[in-house]
């Protein structure tokens, strides 16, 4: 694509800890809401005294909200209590997302409050703290800075607009805010970094899932306005939708029709349609309910010293480690990561570790990690061949505790030999595998894997 464009992004990503300001779990609920509250919007008054003249606007319209709560929604959420402490876990992924963005991070920041007008907070604003600045990605097409990176609360979400009805659920869920500089030159290279910023979020502590990350980019091209493209949900379609909305810019700009800055959502198809004109920046007021938010040294090298690798790095190890392509995909989709590693350090067989941790478990049925990890163990000291690993899971699965799974009733060897001679006269030309599944099948476990393997090595080769 020719033309040179201006384009940042700026994403959004719910964070998979407890609510920002309240202890309140970061759960959405599909049930019926528990009781409702209705409420009127004041409007807010500002530190100077102020008053937001667009929160004066909507609270002249006297509109009543309803907003809906469970028992995992608090007085936080309703906004008859006071804000708790920040939640230090969310603190922390954000630090980690800092540092791997390469960021600085502020040592003391103030919380701000946000002016929301159109009901989606109970307090009439957004509480938002800026955490780091100045990072920064390398693309294939050059640096591409990170201006900001704030932890914010997410709004109550919308259940009916005719109602203004609204669900508590959603309130102060933890939110990273990641803004970059407008350093993007090509649709190509918003992508890229809208992945490299994925990588980097899904290595931490984040929710997953749709509507769980909102991603908008801001494009211009030389002479036209800048326009908010909102609601990117698949990464794919950056490449499509920028190269469309670059091409209505450069319309715009011969008709000399439409050249106003405009927030536009993302439709499936790359196109755009119109929400509202660009607002300008938010009010921003201090949070006087919270003190100053200091993130001391000490925590920033706690932050250092158990910073998540990237994913693109895990997947690199676990090719090492001599993983196939599919199982590095469901290792790394899952959350069984850490307990693939700690199984490793009993038995460094990675093939080994995935087959019991992951193969077999889809096989026959969930087991508890300590049994699992009680099988390695039996296997490391030999009290358990590995050819007999699946026998004794199936048998845990079938109701058998470990110890009793571990004593494995043997089948006669002698009887065994002259079964696998029997065996080959009548089955010539398989493979040793082929004769073990067979034997396997036939003894039902009364028999032990690695002694059938002997013997069928002795009498094929
Ligand atoms: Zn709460």
């Known amino acids: 694509m020719s033309g ?22 970061s759960v959405l609920r599909k049930d019926d809401a528990e009781f409702e509250v209705r409420r009127r919007l004041h409007a807010v008054a500002g530190e100077s005294g102020e008053v937001d003249i667009a929160a004066k606007h909507e609270a002249k319209q006297n509109k009543e909200f309803i907003y809906e709560g469970y028992d995992t929604t608090c007085l936080v959420e309703l906004d008859e209590e006071p804000p708790h402490l920040i939640n230090e876990e969310a603190l922390m992924t954000v630090l980690y997302v800092a540092l791997l963005l390469n960021c600085e991070i502020f040592p003391i920041s103030q919380i701000m409050r946000k002016t929301v007008v159109d009901g989606s907070n109970t307090s009439g604003f957004q509480r938002t703290v800026l955490v780091a600045r100045n990072g920064y990605i390398e693309t294939e097409s050059g640096r591409v800075r990170i201006d900001n990176i704030s932890l914010e609360e997410d709004s109550a979400r919308f259940i009916s607009k005719e109602e203004n009805k609204f669900r508590l ?39 997953r899932g749709i509507g769980t990350i909102r991603q908008d980019v801001n494009v211009s091209t030389p002479g036209h306005p800048r326009i908010e493209i909102k609601g990117f949900q698949d990464v794919k379609m950056f490449v499509p939708t920028i190269e469309k909305e670059v091409k209505r810019q450069v319309g715009n700009l011969k008709s000399k029709k439409d050249l106003i800055g405009q927030v536009r959502n993302a439709l499936s198809d790359g196109s755009s349609e119109f929400i509202r004109p660009m607002p300008g920046a938010a009010r921003m007021y201090p949070e006087t309910d919270l003190p100053l938010l200091r993130i001391s040294k000490q925590m920033i090298d706690e932050a250092k010293r158990t910073l998540p690798k990237l994913r693109s790095e895990l997947k690199v190890d676990l090719i090492k480690k001599g993983l196939r392509d599919d199982e590095i995909q469901i290792l790394l989709k899952g959350d069984n990561l850490d307990d693939f590693n700690n199984l490793l350090k009993i038995i460094n067989e990675p093939r080994f570790i995935y087959k019991v941790l992951i193969e077999i478990p889809k096989q026959i049925g969930d087991l508890d990690m300590d049994i699992i990890e009680s099988i390695v163990y039996a296997v490391d000291n030999g009290k358990l061949d590995k050819l007999d690993v699946k026998q004794v899971m199936q048998e845990i699965v079938n109701g058998k505790s470990l110890e009793e799974a571990l004593i494995i009733e043997k089948a006669d060897i002698g009887d065994v030999e002259s079964e696998i001679i029997k065996l080959i006269k009548e089955k010539p030309g398989l493979s040793v595998g082929g004769y073990m599944g067979l034997i ?11 002694e059938v393997n002997t013997i069928l090595n002795k009498l094929l080769n």
């Open 4 to 25: 040179e464009i201006k384009a940042g992004l700026e994403i959004h990503q719910q964070l998979d800890t407890h609510k920002l300001f309240c202890n309140c779990p």
């Open 169 to 207: 659920d959603r309130l102060g869920i933890p939110l990273i805010e990641i803004g970059t500089a407008p350093d993007i030159k090509n649709p190509e290279q918003a992508k890229e970094v809208a992945l490299y910023i994925g990588d980097v979020l899904r290595s931490c502590k984040v929710k």
């Open 440 to 450: 396997m099948q036939k003894f039902k476990g009364k028999v032990n894997g690695k």
